[in-house]
């Protein structure tokens, strides 16, 4: 009995640094956000609406980064922002309209530095998904920002996949 609660204390103990060895940070920077392609609430009010979404993203980078070894930092400065659809007219409301041909884009630079300070990775990402409704994953559908959170997925998959825990 003792040798069975000394395993399992072990394992768990192993199990918990395991999900420690992964957690790096995120610092996320808005560039000029009133010069942004569309970051337009519709009938909500501009400025709760940009707060909300900005929250929204800072947020998702956080867990984006979560997956990194810690100790880095990903740090992202968003030069523009372009939400899927479009905000039109509809009677006395304005709408987002979520159709193909309002495609979701987002421009931004980023580092991802060391805990010594060192920079890893940086580049410079203009992104964009022209066929963001099409295929078949569900994975984002019902989530406010869905679209684009698919899009930063599949760009933080393909530039960092050499540094994920998932796949160590």
Excluded at 38 to 56: M, N, Q, W
Aim: no cysteine; charged share 30%; proline share 1%.
């Amino acid at each position: 009995m003792k040798t069975l609660t000394t395993m399992l204390i072990a394992t768990l103990t192993l199990i918990s640094m395991q999900s420690q060895a992964f957690a790096a940070t995120s610092e996320v920077t808005w560039t000029d956000y009133k010069k942004y392609r569309d970051i337009d609430a519709g009938d909500e009010s501009r400025k709760h609406f940009r707060e909300r979404t900005f929250r929204e993203f800072e947020k998702y980078f956080a867990e984006l980064a979560a997956r990194l070894p810690e100790g880095q930092v990903l740090k992202i400065d968003v030069t523009d922002v372009d939400l899927a659809g479009d905000t039109n007219a509809a009677g006395i409301h304005r709408l987002r309209v979520v159709k193909d041909i309002y495609f979701p884009r987002m421009n931004f630079s980023y580092q991802l530095v060391n805990a010594d300070g060192s920079v890893d990775k940086e580049d410079t990402v203009v992104l964009k998904d022209m066929s963001f409704m099409m295929g078949s994953n569900l994975k984002y559908r019902n989530e406010s920002l869905g679209y684009e959170k698919k899009m930063l997925n599949g760009w933080f998959l393909e530039t960092f996949n050499d540094l994920l825990a998932d796949n160590k």
